[in-house]
């Protein structure tokens, strides 16, 4: 059983006060809060031992490259892989153009994917090739049957996101992975949206390659990883090199590639970012995902009945019975009302934090036929049911207010 007092008191942005009320924060899709831990971390590695990796002996030179390579260790062992194929990245869209860039894709070539992809899911791969994204069946899962028709003689990679940024569907990868293997393809995962909320097995899964962002699971903004498996990230050609990616460079300037993974790690990384997220995984480790996971499961729950009492919204969700991680967006019916003005009157008035727009998912959008973006609300499980009820309550106000022109107050 959590113990929610104690916990929400290991995010200090919490106690925050807006319109003389705490801040409600229901924006953790974009990026979660951090706790204590990991700021303390990256504040020890600035304090104690700062200094670069892997080049110096002096004493704080090896104590930061020992910290840096713990913390591979670490984030490895979170989603079972080796640490030789665990990559540190400034996040999934670094990670996603790593891998893009590296497989020296064609104009005339394509990579295989869906409408419920995010941004970064989708241009990395357009900078280089063709992208054609498969629909979605009507209960709001990817269909497979529909990507695999995609493939052709020019396809050069599967791709799928784990959890969409939107509707928040849970994508089940192991059909997806035998459906590029049998095509003799590799398959990509997005899973920027998992690494808080599921436990994440890359053996299980058999992706080829997978992403996190460590901002959205406690830790800095910065950090990230790329898992591939081995033979995939040496198959790939590094997209960037200098510092620390070659063991020798010769006097007519060729030179010897690293082994993983610092092959694919040019240059001085965010040191005190990297152990910042070794020390959010420790932290959620502590907690445990299967107690995070039905926090977060109970307390969207009570989010989507609450939002389906409203009028004048309509959710933006997969079909009942579909499984999906805690977040809850939705379109506003009064077409003339934009999800940005909604946005900021919660902020502004109720010291609420949802996002609105677009998320980053345009063709989702489109394809979803909602022109002027959604409002969401993303929960985590420092969140509570008296703010659910406040953000319901809020949302009413300022729904029914506007739409007749009225003030919005408190």
Not at 35 to 42: D, E, F, K, Q, S
Not at 335 to 362: F, N, P, Q, W
Not at 364 to 372: A, G, N, R, T, V
Request: net charge negative; glycine share 8%; with cysteine.
């Amino acid at each position: 059983m959590m113990n929610i007092s104690a916990i929400r008191a290991d995010f200090p942005q919490l106690a925050r006060e807006v319109v003389g009320r705490p801040i409600v924060y229901f924006d953790n899709a974009a990026t979660s809060l951090k706790p204590t831990p990991v700021l303390g971390a990256m504040e020890g590695y600035y304090r104690t031992y700062c200094a670069n990796i892997h080049r110096g002996k002096h004493l704080l030179s090896e104590e930061a490259s020992a910290a840096y390579e713990a913390s591979r260790e670490t984030v490895a062992k979170f989603i079972n892989a080796k640490s030789v194929e665990t990559i540190f990245v400034r996040g999934a869209t670094e990670g996603i153009g790593l891998v893009a860039a590296g497989l020296s894709l064609k104009a005339n070539e394509n990579v295989v994917g869906t409408v419920l992809e995010h941004h970064s899911n989708i241009l990395p791969w357009r900078g280089y090739c063709a992208y054609r994204g498969a629909p979605l069946t009507p209960d709001g899962l990817p269909d497979l049957e529909a990507a695999e028709a995609l493939i052709d003689e020019h396809t050069r990679a599967i791709t799928i996101t784990m959890c969409s940024n939107v509707t928040g569907v849970i994508v089940e990868v192991e059909p997806w992975a035998r459906m590029a293997h049998q095509n003799g393809l590799p398959l990509l995962v997005d899973a920027a949206q998992c690494g808080a909320h599921l436990k994440l097995d890359v053996e299980k899964m058999d992706c080829d390659f997978l992403v996190l962002s460590g901002h959205k699971m406690f830790g800095p903004t910065g950090s990230g990883i790329l898992y591939g498996k081995r033979e995939r990230l040496e198959s790939l050609r590094p997209p960037t090199l200098g510092g620390g990616t070659v063991n020798r460079v010769y006097a007519d300037y060729s030179f010897d590639l690293r082994d993983l993974p610092w092959r694919l790690e040019a240059g001085t990384p965010d040191i005190a970012a990297v152990i910042g997220l070794a020390a959010a995984v420790e932290y959620i480790e502590e907690l445990g995902l299967d107690q995070i996971e039905a926090r977060t499961q109970e307390l969207s729950d009570s989010l989507a009945a609450h939002l389906g009492n409203l009028p004048g919204i309509q959710p933006c969700s997969p079909a009942p019975g579909i499984k999906r991680t805690s977040l809850v967006s939705f379109a506003l019916e009064n077409e003339k009302l934009s999800s940005d003005y909604i946005t900021r009157l919660l902020s502004d008035t109720y010291g609420i934090m949802v996002r609105g727009g677009h998320h980053c998912a345009h063709p989702l959008h489109e394809y979803l036929k909602i022109k002027s973006g959604t409002v969401r609300a993303s929960l985590q499980f420092y969140n509570t049911e008296e703010e659910i009820d406040y953000f319901s309550h809020a949302l009413s106000n300022v729904l029914n207010l506007v739409a007749v022109g009225g003030r919005v107050g408190i």
